[in-house]
């Protein structure tokens, strides 16, 4: 069945980096678009970015450009979330979901996420 | 940037009854959109997309309508496993969500 699995949440201080991960099993990887997602713990969803399934198209929220970069490593059915200059506002659980297609956004997968935290 | 409203923020309901909860989009987008469940401690659950088509696995109590700028979710009979949050999205927005919760 298909699986999502994300890594490499923690702790870190406002302005320093940290790369999330999410490991895919149970389908073509190579196939589909994949997106991250975030939700502050109590709050909302939000939408952060997603890339096209060969790597050739990505697309991020205004308040992430020029920080934060998505890219995949189909050898490995891999994506990530290279996170830069974090701020505390970043502070939220990273779920990565499947693509019903490359652009469709309908997630129809998501992994279990994992906690990133921006504090001094 | 589409604007997504739901309504109301909070629904309390007994298992059995009828839910419907409401998204308004700020501006017309045909069938595109999709509803998500939330229960506390997980990761989101597709429900019904473009509109009105139910995920695969979907119980057929929960029922999608609407397009332009008006759209709803419909559960017809309330199971206990049903009280969650909801979600609606189109594309890259997200609605404030609708909690439905136990009465």
């Known amino acids: 069945q298909v699986q999502l699995v994300e890594s490499g949440g923690g702790v870190v201080q406002p302005g320093r980096s940290l790369r999330v991960s999410c490991v895919a099993s149970?389908?073509?990887?190579?196939?589909?678009?994949i997106h991250w997602v975030r939700q502050v713990p109590g709050k909302g969803l939000e939408w952060v970015a997603v890339i096209s399934d060969d790597g050739s198209i990505i697309y991020y929220r205004d308040s992430v450009k020029g920080r934060f970069t998505i890219s995949r490593d189909n050898s490995k059915n891999t994506v990530y979330l290279q996170m830069r200059s974090l701020r505390p506002e970043d502070t939220a659980v990273y779920y990565c979901a499947k693509d019903e297609h490359n652009f469709g956004y309908n997630f129809h997968q998501w992994g279990q996420g994992t906690l990133v935290t921006v504090s001094s | 940037e589409v604007i997504l409203t739901q309504s109301p923020a909070t629904l309390s309901l007994s298992p059995g009854e009828r839910a419907t909860l409401s998204c308004r989009a700020s501006q017309r987008v045909s069938i595109y959109l999709a509803w998500y469940q939330q229960k506390p401690g997980q990761a989101p659950r597709l429900l019904i997309h473009d509109a009105s088509n139910r995920a695969t696995g979907i119980p057929a109590r929960f029922s999608g309508s609407g397009s332009g700028t008006d759209f709803t979710l419909t559960i017809s009979s309330l199971e206990p496993e049903d009280f969650a949050v909801y979600y609606c999205q189109q594309r890259s927005t997200f609605g404030g969500g609708t909690k439905v919760e136990i009465k």
């Open positions: 149970g389908f073509s990887f190579s196939d589909y678009g």
